[in-house]
């Protein structure tokens, strides 16, 4: 069965620190896609990354940076120098197989909060 | 172009009432997905439809829950008989097809609160 787990339920830095989200997942499948969703205080869910099973490049976009270890089944998130609009609840989920369950697994979510 | 609408973005029934949520995906988009998000389970898969298919139930909690999708674009989830347990934010998703790849855009939600 798939599972995604977000063991950091709260994380409080100062602004400009460095701060990494961790994901790690469970599933049975070989393909499968890993996604990072944004949930600022206004409610929507925003779509930052995609990733499917046979590409483990990190990503950089930006201060964003994303780093998928299929040996550890992490799929972990680093905001560089965070800013205050960096604030927000930031969700791991995945999605398994080519055909067959369409839906998103999501972890509880990590609430990020960047001080000034 | 415009993103996924939901409406009433705020729901306030008495127990035992039935609601009506609506979801407009992103114009183009063929597949509808709805999910749930509450303090005590997270986010949770409902429901999603793929064109003029059946959709897939399986994540629907009870059958006072239902869903349909009209003319492959707007849809609408009701739920009959509220309870409590069903206070939660409900919210839409659209992709521009059904299968992993295809990344799921959400809307801002409709928060319902059963009294």
């Known amino acids: 069965a798939q599972k995604v787990t977000q063991a950091q339920t709260e994380i409080s830095v100062v602004e400009k620190e460095d701060v990494t989200l961790d994901c790690v997942y469970e599933?049975?499948?070989?393909?499968?896609?890993l996604f990072w969703y944004k949930q600022p205080p206004s409610g929507e869910l925003v779509f930052l990354i995609r990733?499917?099973?046979?590409?483990?490049q990190n990503e950089i976009s930006g201060r964003y940076s994303w780093n998928f270890q299929k040996s550890t089944s992490s799929f972990n998130f680093t905001i560089t120098a965070s800013q205050v609009v960096d604030s927000a609840v930031y969700f791991c989920a995945l999605s398994e197989g080519i055909q067959g369950a369409q839906k998103l697994v999501f972890g509880q979510g990590t609430r990020l909060t960047i001080n000034p | 172009g415009a993103g996924v609408s939901q409406s009433p973005s705020n729901k306030v029934t008495e127990k035992g009432k039935d609601v009506e949520l609506r979801c407009d995906p992103i114009s183009g988009h063929t597949a509808l997905y709805w999910y749930r998000q509450s303090l005590g389970q997270g986010l949770e898969f409902l429901i999603y439809?793929?064109?003029?298919?059946?959709?897939?139930k399986s994540g629907l909690p009870s059958d006072r829950f239902s869903a349909e999708r009209t003319g492959g674009s707007v849809s609408t989830l009701t739920i009959q008989r509220t309870q409590q347990e069903d206070s939660a934010v409900y919210l839409c998703a659209s992709s521009l097809a059904v299968g992993p790849k295809y990344t799921q855009y959400f809307g801002p939600g409709t928060r319902l609160t059963v009294l």
């Open positions: 599933t049975r499948d070989t393909t499968y896609y």
């Open positions: 439809f793929q064109g003029n298919s059946a959709p897939d």
């Open positions: 990733r499917n099973s046979f590409d483990e």
